[in-house]
């Protein structure tokens, strides 16, 4: 099978790699680029933990082709945190304990941060809503939600 050429834009830097057309930008961020933030948890985008954004928008990485990144920016959790310095989101997962085997964390995190950018004052019931897609199977979601709740907080204090 030939293998196809894309360059897109991965936190911010530009990339280019070679994939097949069925490989999917799960299997390309973390073999061909060694992004290995996303996991696979389910393959079918039932649990969210590939989540990432393209040009914005949140996906479920293991639902995309990596030939359809071809121009596209995308954000992955290794670009969450500036340098040493954490992002306010993990910085208040860390405090609130939210998260244990870390399975889902990255995607969640890029899910919180995908609402905060969308609405940075969410209800409760929003951010339990926009994070329903990510399935936790070791904290329950009640520290999670604090977390992003208290992010939240903290982001339009610093805004």
């Given at each position: 099978?030939?293998?196809?050429?894309?360059?897109a834009?991965?936190?911010?830097?530009?990339?280019?790699?070679?994939?097949?057309?069925?490989?999917?930008?799960l299997?390309c961020?973390r073999?061909?680029?060694?992004?290995?933030?996303?996991?696979?948890?389910?393959?079918?985008?039932?649990?969210?933990?590939?989540?990432?954004?393209?040009?914005?928008?949140?996906?479920?990485?293991?639902?995309?082709?990596?030939?359809?990144?071809?121009?596209?920016?995308?954000?992955?959790i290794?670009?969450?945190?500036?340098g040493?310095?954490?992002?306010?989101?993990?910085?208040?997962?860390?405090?609130?304990a939210?998260?244990?085997?870390?399975?889902?964390?990255?995607?969640?995190?890029?899910?919180?941060?995908?609402?905060?950018?969308?609405?940075?004052?969410?209800?409760?019931?929003?951010?339990?809503?926009?994070?329903?897609?990510?399935?936790?199977?070791?904290?329950?979601?009640?520290?999670?939600?604090?977390?992003?709740m208290?992010?939240?907080?903290?982001?339009?204090?610093?805004a």
């Amino acid at each position: 099978m030939a293998k196809h050429h894309v360059s897109a834009t991965v936190n911010n830097d530009p990339v280019e790699f070679l994939c097949e057309t069925d490989q999917t930008l799960l299997d390309c961020l973390r073999d061909e680029l060694n992004l290995t933030g996303a996991k696979e948890g389910c393959s079918s985008g039932d649990c969210g933990a590939c989540s990432v954004t393209i040009n914005g928008r949140l996906v479920c990485s293991c639902l995309v082709l990596g030939v359809e990144a071809n121009g596209m920016k995308i954000e992955t959790i290794e670009g969450m945190a500036q340098g040493d310095k954490l992002h306010p989101l993990q910085q208040k997962f860390l405090e609130h304990a939210a998260l244990q085997c870390g399975i889902c964390t990255p995607g969640v995190l890029i899910a919180a941060k995908a609402l905060l950018a969308k609405n940075p004052n969410p209800t409760e019931t929003e951010t339990r809503y926009w994070l329903a897609g990510n399935l936790c199977r070791c904290t329950g979601y009640d520290k999670i939600i604090r977390a992003v709740m208290d992010a939240a907080s903290e982001m339009r204090k610093g805004a």
